[in-house]
């Protein structure tokens, strides 16, 4: 079975500061991998996702950007942060013959 | 469009009794996954059960066990004889095939307490 490494676990940045989370996975090659962030006490809502190296997709417009630079390393970014990034952000991947998404420890986000 | 509706936002028994949380899907295909994860107060998901849309066969694993049913859409989640440690946020989750691969949609989630 796979495994998603975050890092790091906590993080508070003030506001317009740059960001980096980076998320690997170990267990399986070519793995479908996602970024979602959830609010407090909200559901989970996809950031992008990744289905090779280089290649991105993204859900929502935002202040937020995505790598992928190895078939097992998927990075989130940004340049500025904003208040309103403020969250949970969890990485999964998915693939290696099984269906489900297995996810990361996630990060908290704190933007002062 | 897909989407996982969880009508129930927040649940609270006392330990020892039975929970079922309800989970309502829509897809136009035929060919889907339906899952469960489980979020601790750590926050990671935690994998529950997985269900693919040709087996209604309902499942039990200890004292979880889950309901599927097609000509409703639903995909039921019942808990028996709740304990304090499944106390957790539990979402609802479908899945079809895509041209990438796998899209995977997530419902809004269920606060589940179990009170000592």
């Known amino acids: 079975s796979q495994t998603i490494h975050q890092w790091p676990a906590t993080l508070v940045q003030p506001v317009g500061s740059p960001l980096s989370l980076e998320c690997t996975v170990e267990?399986?090659?070519?793995?479908?991998l996602y970024w979602y962030r959830q609010a407090a006490g909200r559901g989970l809502q996809l950031l992008f996702y990744?289905?090779?190296?280089?290649?991105i997709s993204s859900e929502v417009p935002q202040n937020l950007s995505a790598s992928r630079p190895q078939d097992r390393q998927f990075i989130l970014s940004s340049k500025k942060l904003l208040l309103s990034d403020s969250g949970f952000y969890l990485c999964?991947?998915?693939?290696?013959?099984?269906?489900?998404?297995?996810f990361g420890p996630g990060t908290r986000l704190t933007v002062l | 469009a897909q989407k996982v509706t969880q009508a129930q936002t927040e649940i609270s028994v006392v330990e020892k009794e039975d929970v079922t949380l309800d989970c309502v899907y829509e897809t136009r295909d035929t060919t889907y996954y339906l899952f469960w994860y489980k979020q601790p107060p750590s926050g990671e998901l935690v994998f529950l059960i997985r269900?693919?849309?040709?087996?209604?066969q309902n499942e039990i694993s200890g004292r979880y066990s889950w309901n599927f049913q097609k000509s409703t859409s639903s995909f039921n989640f019942t808990i028996t004889a709740s304990q304090v440690v499944d106390s957790a946020v539990y979402f609802c989750a479908l899945s079809e095939i895509a041209s990438y691969g796998q899209n995977f949609v997530f419902g809004p989630g269920t606060r589940l307490s179990v009170l000592p």
């Open positions: 990744s289905v090779g190296i280089g290649q």
């Open positions: 267990g399986t090659s070519n793995p479908n």
């Open positions: 999964a991947g998915q693939g290696g013959g099984s269906n489900e998404q297995f």
């Open positions: 269900r693919n849309s040709f087996d209604e």
